[in-house]
C-alpha cells in the first residue's frame, strides 16, 4: 500500500522561531492536507493543497505541493505556545474512493 | 453546537466484552468515516459510509462492524474485543465521498484490559 514518510518526527523550539516540517510519499498524491491535532481531540484541517506546485498560506502557516506530487512541507512562521500538538500531513492519489493516507505526525514542542 | 461529536469518550472494558461507539454529525454530509489511532499515533481509516451504503471497509477483523442507521450516523459495534483493540476512534464526516475535507470527531479512547 502507500507510505507517507514525514519528518522530523518530533521537534522542540523556542518560541519565536519558524518551523519546517515534510511528507514525502512512494506514490503520485493528487491532494495533500496538513491537520493539526491537540491533546485529547481530533485532527483539525489546517491547509487543503490540490495542484502540483501550489504553495497556499493560512495565517503563519504556509505549504506547498510539491512539483513531483510526491512531497509537501508545511512551514509555521513565528510559532507561538499554542501551536503545540501533532501535526499531520493526509494524501489523497487517484482512484474511485477519496481515501486519505496519513503520514505518521510530527509532535510539536514550543518552549517559552 | 459540536460539529462531530462521539460518545463515549472513554471506554474502559474487559477482554471478549462487546461494546459500541456512537457518532453523530450535524454538518449535513453526505459521507462519514470511522479511524483508528494507535499508541504511535498512526492513523489508520477502516470504514466508509456514503448515505448509509459501506464504500470503503479496510482490512478490518470482523468483529468490528459499523451500521448507519441514517446519514447522520454511524457506530461502530465491536465485538470480543482484544487487548490489541485499544486505542483512540475516532470518525470522521465529508460533504460527499469526492471531498477530499474531513472532519474529525474528538475521538474515543478505547482500553481493553
Known amino acids: 500500500g502507500q507510505q507517507l514518510n514525514q519528518s522530523p518526527q518530533s521537534m522542540f523550539i523556542q518560541e519565536g522561531e519558524d518551523v519546517s516540517m515534510n511528507c514525502t510519499s512512494s506514490?503520485?498524491?493528487?491532494?495533500w492536507l496538513w491537520y493539526k491535532q491537540d491533546p485529547g481531540e481530533g485532527p483539525v484541517l489546517l491547509i487543503a493543497?490540490?495542484?502540483?506546485?501550489e504553495l497556499t498560506s493560512n495565517g503563519r502557516l504556509t505549504a506547498q505541493f510539491g512539483i513531483t506530487r510526491k512531497d509537501s512541507f508545511l512551514n509555521i512562521s513565528a510559532s507561538i505556545p499554542s501551536d503545540v500538538g501533532i501535526y499531520f500531513c493526509?494524501?489523497?492519489?487517484?482512484?474511485?474512493?477519496?481515501?486519505?493516507?496519513f503520514g505518521s505526525g510530527t509532535q510539536l514542542t514550543v518552549l517559552p | 453546537d459540536t460539529a462531530v461529536s462521539q460518545t463515549p469518550k472513554y471506554l474502559v472494558t474487559q477482554m471478549g466484552n462487546d461494546k459500541s461507539i456512537k457518532c453523530e454529525q450535524n454538518?449535513?454530509?453526505?459521507?462519514m468515516y470511522w479511524y483508528k489511532q494507535d499508541s504511535k499515533k498512526f492513523l489508520k481509516i477502516m470504514f466508509s459510509?456514503?448515505?448509509?451504503?459501506?464504500?470503503i471497509n479496510e482490512t478490518v477483523p470482523n468483529r468490528f462492524s459499523p451500521k448507519s442507521p441514517d446519514k447522520a450516523h454511524l457506530n461502530l459495534h465491536i465485538n470480543s474485543l482484544e487487548l490489541g483493540d485499544s486505542a483512540v476512534y475516532f470518525c470522521?464526516?465529508?460533504?460527499?465521498?469526492?471531498?477530499?475535507?474531513?472532519?474529525f470527531g474528538p475521538g474515543t479512547r478505547l482500553t481493553v484490559l
Open positions: 454538518l449535513g454530509h453526505d459521507t
Open positions: 493526509a494524501g489523497q492519489s487517484y482512484g474511485s474512493a477519496r481515501q486519505l493516507t
Open positions: 506514490s503520485i498524491f493528487n491532494t
Open positions: 459510509y456514503n448515505n448509509k451504503e459501506l464504500i
Open positions: 493543497l490540490y495542484k502540483a506546485g
Open positions: 470522521a464526516s465529508s460533504h460527499t465521498s469526492q471531498s477530499y475535507e474531513q472532519f
